[in-house]
């Protein structure tokens, strides 16, 4: 069926109160954003609900790309109709067929906003409910969990008839809560986290320290391809390369082994906060989970954040493995993460790293280094680009596939 609206239900977004006309704009702003190559399409965020007029736009595709989108907690495909309840009778009967299988119940719930209409609710469900019982063969009544719940909504602008209930992502828009940027390695963590950090309305943009030539393009492109999988979510990413070479040689010449990865870390850091300074950024964002790896205990994380002041949201603190694989797999990123591409963090990665070092004697280390200038070039060498959904090497190889045909 070919429906002639969406419509789209806040959830969370309701408790917001002096506050919640903005978070509804960001949200508007954001389906227009996903569903930009709809030009007939037209969006309204009331104060209730959301409402998207069709006017002959694929429904099962608008459909599709409102589910990631978060801030909607869930929406449904609507018939709108004129205040005849001949043709509500017809459609109603014809909603309930196209959904149902043998077996399945169904209810009507019906909801009036006009209260000058000369049926009440219970007037309408019994009546479209005894028209359904009529004309679709062996389906029963159930009130409390039916397989079908045809919704019926009266307003004085006509009837909005529903069958289906979609669930949304949840959470709140991205960019209703900022902007902050996600330390991006080639990992299974940092994903998860930055797609956590969006859940709550932060806008993310990537930060990928790269070494070439000791990591590959292939290492690269595979942080780009995650940032693709990211950009589902709210349309496009930025991506910002760190060119880390000159870095990490001069760490790895001058810098005790046991304390590599805490100086590491900690240029990694100032570079991050430098970038977010430079892009008005709020938070430093990364995917740290205590004590999975040696830069990664208490002790190390007070050494690396002694270099910035800057709140730093690590979504996947308290998390075991497990765990953050299973929002992997639900977000499409851990087939990318675990492919054999090194970043620059594995690369260097000392044989026996500190587990607790000492902030005194990393300071100490630390000076021996150009640390401001060292920064500096590496500012100067960033390459920014917007990754848009899609833009992953395996749909750049199909898309070159298909032209040869």
């Known amino acids: 069926m070919q429906y002639d609206e969406v419509m789209v239900r806040y959830g969370e977004l309701s408790t917001k109160g002096k506050n919640k006309k903005s978070f509804i704009n960001k949200l508007v702003q954001n389906v227009k954003f996903a569903l930009h190559d709809f030009d007939e399409l037209k969006i309204h965020g009331g104060r209730d609900r959301m409402h998207l007029t069709l006017n002959g736009a694929d429904s099962e595709v608008v459909l599709e790309r409102l589910k990631p989108i978060f801030g909607i907690q869930n929406f449904s495909p609507v018939m709108r109709l004129e205040r005849d309840m001949e043709q509500v009778k017809k459609t109603a009967v014809a909603m309930v067929q196209e959904l149902y299988t043998e077996g399945k119940t169904f209810k009507i719930s019906t909801r009036r906003s006009d209260h000058e209409f000369e049926l009440d609710t219970n007037d309408i469900n019994q009546l479209l409910g005894a028209e359904v019982l009529k004309h679709v063969e062996g389906i029963t009544v ?60 932060v806008e993310v943009e990537a930060v990928h320290f790269h070494s070439p030539p000791y990591t590959s393009p292939r290492a690269l492109q595979k942080a780009k391809d995650l940032t693709s999988k990211l950009a589902a979510f709210v349309g496009s990413v930025q991506f910002i390369e ?138 100067e060498g960033l390459v920014i680009s917007k990754i848009k959904v899609g833009d992953t090497l395996e749909e750049q190889q199909k898309e070159a596939f298909s032209d040869l045909f």
Request: aromatic fraction near 4%; proline fraction near 6%.
């Open 142 to 201: 159930q009130v409390k969990k039916p397989d079908i719940d045809l919704r019926v909504e009266i307003r004085k602008e006509g009837f909005f008839l529903s069958s289906q209930t979609i669930l949304g992502a949840g959470g709140l828009p991205v960019g209703s809560s900022g902007k902050g940027m996600l330390m991006l390695s080639g990992g299974i963590d940092s994903p998860v986290a930055g797609y956590l950090t969006m859940k709550r309305g």
């Open 242 to 379: 760190v060119p880390f070479t000159e870095i990490q040689e001069e760490i790895k010449k001058s810098i005790p082994e046991g304390y590599l990865m805490t100086v590491t870390r900690r240029m990694m850091m100032r570079i991050t906060d430098r970038i977010r300074e430079e892009r008005r950024g709020l938070a430093i964002i990364n995917g740290e989970s205590l004590g999975q790896v040696a830069s990664q205990t208490m002790h190390s994380m007070i050494a690396i954040n002694d270099v910035t002041t800057t709140p730093v949201i690590r979504p996947v603190v308290s998390m075991d493995k497990n765990e953050i694989i299973e929002i992997a797999q639900k977000i499409d990123t851990f087939e990318l993460s675990i492919q054999p591409f090194e970043d620059c963090c594995t690369i260097f990665a000392p044989p026996a790293p500190k587990t607790k070092p000492d902030v005194e004697k990393t300071r100490k280390y630390e000076a021996r280094l150009d640390v401001e200038g060292l920064i500096q070039r590496a500012m």
